[in-house]
């Protein structure tokens, strides 16, 4: 009596295996997360096709490895796509944040700059109005008689009619420190003195 051995369907074997090392390829090119889960599942695809025969499922479990292999696989796979794409949308979300705190600072940049241009326009103003002010005021103080003159100073400290002073006419100032006290002539004069001392020599 002959006993006749089963073959494997034609075909069959160098599929799986084909599949196995399509499976391992794209393993590798996701990185070490999902080769770990699939390794009991490729192996014996592996060594299946060192010894040139197809993997044998257990006897009354036909393709079970297979089928457990291929569904390790595909959740390996699934897990590490949901990662990737988590992965993608934080850094679509951070980059749309960077995005929206640059358009800010610019805008807030922009405002600043504008500011700082009007308030150096209103110094300006504000400068060249005082110093409008002082010229008439001391031209008022030159135009006085200087009796008069000298009563005004006279009740002023010594600091700020030495500043009138120093911008007068030197005849103008002469007469008006004539007019003074010795004590306030006195006073001014040394403030004046101390003013051209500082100054730089030409």
Avoid: C, H, W
Avoid at 16 to 27: E, F
Avoid at 70 to 97: D, N, P, S, T, W
Avoid at 182 to 196: H, K, M, Q
């Amino acid at each position: 009596m002959k006993v006749r051995l089963k073959r494997a369907a034609p075909g069959r074997g160098t599929i799986t295996i084909i599949a196995a090392l399509l499976a391992s390829s794209a393993i590798l090119r996701l990185g070490p997360g999902a080769g770990s889960a699939v390794a009991e599942a490729v192996l014996p695809l592996q060594q299946a096709s060192e010894q040139g025969t197809a993997p044998q499922a257990p006897a009354g479990e036909p393709d079970k490895m297979d089928r457990v292999g291929l569904g390790r696989l595909l959740a390996a796979l699934k897990e590490r796509e949901a990662r990737v794409a988590e992965r993608e949308e934080q850094i679509e979300m951070r980059g749309k944040a960077l995005s929206v705190a640059d358009e800010e600072i610019a805008r807030r940049m922009e405002a600043l700059a504008e500011m700082e241009e009007n308030l150096r326009r209103t110094l300006a103003l504000a400068d060249g109005a005082a110093e409008d002010d002082l010229a008439r005021l001391t031209t008022v103080y030159e135009n006085m008689k200087p009796k008069d003159a000298a009563a005004l100073f006279e009740t002023m400290e010594p600091d700020f009619a030495a500043g009138f002073l120093g911008r007068m006419r030197p005849d103008a100032a002469a007469a008006v420190l004539a007019g003074l006290s010795p004590e306030t002539a006195y006073s001014i004069s040394v403030i004046l003195a101390g003013r051209n001392a500082n100054a730089p020599k030409s």
